[in-house]
């Protein structure tokens, strides 16, 4: 495995650090170390027309067809 040694962090990211590896049980490196993992190593994310092309074939656009009811006394007036 590399070592990677990062210089010039501010002092309120550093803390910012430590108090997250804190609330985790950990070290502030092994902290540091699941932060770049779970940013680089991430699965890519789907665009928005990747989603719909996923979207399985279910029926014909006039099987969603809405029924227009001309009732007198509308519920919504």
Do not use: C
Request: no cysteine; glycine share 6%; net charge negative.
């Amino acid at each position: 495995m590399a070592n990677l040694v990062v210089r010039n962090i501010d002092d309120a990211i550093v803390r910012s650090l430590k108090a997250r590896a804190g609330k985790h049980g950990v070290s502030a490196e092994a902290e540091h170390r699941k932060i770049l993992e779970s940013v680089l190593l991430a699965p890519k994310r789907r665009s928005f027309a990747e989603v719909l092309r996923s979207i399985p074939n279910v029926g014909e656009d006039s099987d969603f067809e809405r029924i227009q009811d001309d009732r007198e006394g509308d519920v919504f007036n």
